[in-house]
């Protein structure tokens, strides 16, 4: 299921779930760091931790959709249809679009 993932649903689908989240949490944006993430309304910026809002956070999955390539020996491929199996932020996508549908 993975690798047939349409690129322009899945980027659909996350900008609806994002901006959902935050809609429904009633916060701006959510803090970051290494150990875990908590929604917040300040956008107060630290050394430890970031601090997104939803337009980055979507901005920031498109990026990663986009820019996916594969290589197979000495040649690299660009993914243009699913996720790659393997990649750490392939199931939390897979199982967002499934939410979604």
Not at 20 to 38: H, L, P, Q, S
Not at 58 to 73: A, E, Q, S, V
Not at 76 to 89: A, E, L, W
Request: with cysteine; charged share 20%.
């Amino acid at each position: 299921m993975y690798t047939s993932i349409p690129h322009d649903k899945l980027k659909q689908q996350i900008f609806w779930i994002v901006n959902r989240a935050f809609e429904g949490m009633k916060f701006k944006y959510v803090k970051i760091n290494k150990f875990c993430a908590r929604w917040t309304n300040k956008k107060d910026v630290g050394d430890n931790y970031k601090v997104i809002d939803a337009q980055t956070l979507i901005t920031m999955i498109n990026w990663l959709i986009d820019n996916t390539y594969i290589r197979i020996g000495s040649r690299v491929f660009r993914q243009v249809i699913g996720i790659p199996m393997g990649t750490d932020c392939a199931p939390f996508l897979a199982n967002l679009f499934l939410f979604f549908l």
